[in-house]
């Protein structure tokens, strides 16, 4: 009896393996790509960080090769996100901006926020991705 309940439990042990969350799928649709040349630079920022600054909680660099839509697949676990994006035309691997700081590169956020006087914050670009995934369009702004 204790050689059949050690085998049980040795089996259980084995074939056990800890729930873990799922990661979500977030497709973002990027549209009014104007030049088919640079690179988009998307990235994807979680609470807490520093939305806009330099270290994204995931990032992609993608060719733009054509104007018509992209459409970006990312793999992330069920969360509240925002997104910048901006398309380095140039391919020098910055945002440029004029002389007061306005972007002269196309560039876009998530929820197609359109800042008016200042940078955005995370909680004007913020969005719930929840487990069965989510697909959103942002627009760039020329």
């Not at 040349?37 to 600054?53: C, D, H, S, V």
């Not at 996100?81 to 956020?109: M, Q, S, T």
């Not at 995370?122 to 995934?133: R, T, V």
Request: neutral net charge; glycine residues 6%; aromatic residues 12%.
């Amino acid at each position: 009896m204790c050689m059949n309940f050690l085998f049980t439990l040795m089996s259980i042990c084995l074939l056990w393996q800890p729930y873990s969350a799922q990661d979500s799928t977030l497709k973002v649709e990027i549209s009014s790509i104007r030049k088919a040349q640079g690179k988009l630079w998307i990235a994807i920022y979680r609470p807490g960080e520093k939305f806009g600054g330099d270290n994204p909680d995931m990032h992609k660099i993608v060719p733009v090769n054509s104007m018509k839509n992209k459409i970006l697949e990312f793999n992330l676990p069920e969360g509240t996100y925002a997104i910048a994006i901006f398309h380095d035309v140039n391919n020098n691997e910055e945002l440029d901006k004029n002389l007061v700081g306005i972007p002269k590169e196309p560039y876009g956020f998530s929820n197609n926020f359109k800042p008016r006087f200042s940078a955005p914050q995370f909680k004007d670009c913020s969005f719930e991705l929840p487990a069965q995934g989510k697909q959103i369009s942002i627009e760039l702004n020329n």
